[in-house]
T-cell receptor, first 111, second 114 residues
Framework: KQEVTQIPAALSVPEGENLVLNCSFT??????LQWFRQDPGKGLTSLLL?????REQTSGRLNASLDKSSGRSTLYIAASQPGDSATYLC??????????FGAGTILRVKS | DAMVIQNPRYQVTQFGKPVTLSCSQT?????MYWYQQKSSQAPKLLFH???????NEADTPDNFQSRRPNTSFCFLDIRSPGLGDAAMYLC?????????????FGPGTRLTVL
């Protein structure tokens, strides 16, 4: 049974800072891992999907890495902006396309 | 442009009064999912449909049912809502149930139980 943990639970940084969000998972026999963004009261938006054959995936100022052997993934956000303020969730598959989510990291970027 | 639509966005019901949440999609995807997300918690999969095949998660309470009358629509029925069922309910779709298939989420319905 897959379990996903995210630390920290909340993070507050000044605008312009680079930051790292962490995600760990218990079952390393995964084919991929996804990072999502959730704005308050809204649904989920997929940010990055890293396949097990990749070690990193980049989209704009976002970079996600995956280390299956250690059961960890990180989401790196460069030059943070107030518009990046949201909850960031990672999700790992348990079987098929069933996703198990972490509880998320609440990010606040102060201007 | 909206691909996964959920109605209503906010729903208030009374303790024990049945409620139905709606999800529709314009993507023509085979799979539709319902997740429950309680405050400050991770979204949790309740069940999914692959076409007309219903797949219930083992720990989903019997109080929760679902219907998928056609490819585009899927409904979540809560037969007797309790205070503990207050949550955001998220609908998602994917082309298939393979690990390579991205899930597209709707905006969610926030359910309040009085």
């Amino acid at each position: 049974k897959q379990e996903v943990t995210q630390i920290p639970a909340a993070l507050s940084v000044p605008e312009g800072e680079n930051l790292v969000l962490n995600c760990s998972f218990t079952d390393s026999a995964i084919y991929n891992l996804q990072w999502f963004r959730q704005d308050p009261g809204k649904g989920l938006t997929s940010l990055l999907l890293i396949q097990s054959s990749q070690r990193e995936q980049t989209s704009g100022r976002l970079n996600a890495s995956l280390d299956k052997s250690s059961g960890r993934s990180t989401l790196y956000i460069a030059a943070s902006q107030p518009g990046d303020s949201a909850t960031y969730l990672c999700a790992a598959p348990e079987y098929g396309n069933k996703l198990v989510f972490g509880a998320g990291t609440i990010l606040r970027v102060k201007s | 442009d909206a691909m996964v639509i959920q109605n209503p966005r906010y729903q208030v019901t009374q303790f024990g009064k049945p409620v139905t949440l709606s999800c529709s999609q314009t993507l023509n995807h085979n799979v539709m999912y319902w997740y429950q997300q309680k405050s400050s918690q991770a979204p949790k999969l309740l069940f999914h449909y692959y076409d007309k095949d219903f797949n219930n998660e083992a720990d989903t309470p019997d109080n929760f049912q679902s219907r998928r009358p056609n490819t585009s629509f899927c409904f979540l029925d809560i037969r007797s809502p309790g205070l503990g069922d207050a949550a955001m309910y998220l609908c998602a779709t994917s082309r298939d149930f393979k690990w390579t298939d991205t899930q597209y989420f709707g905006p969610g319905t926030r359910l309040t139980v009085l």
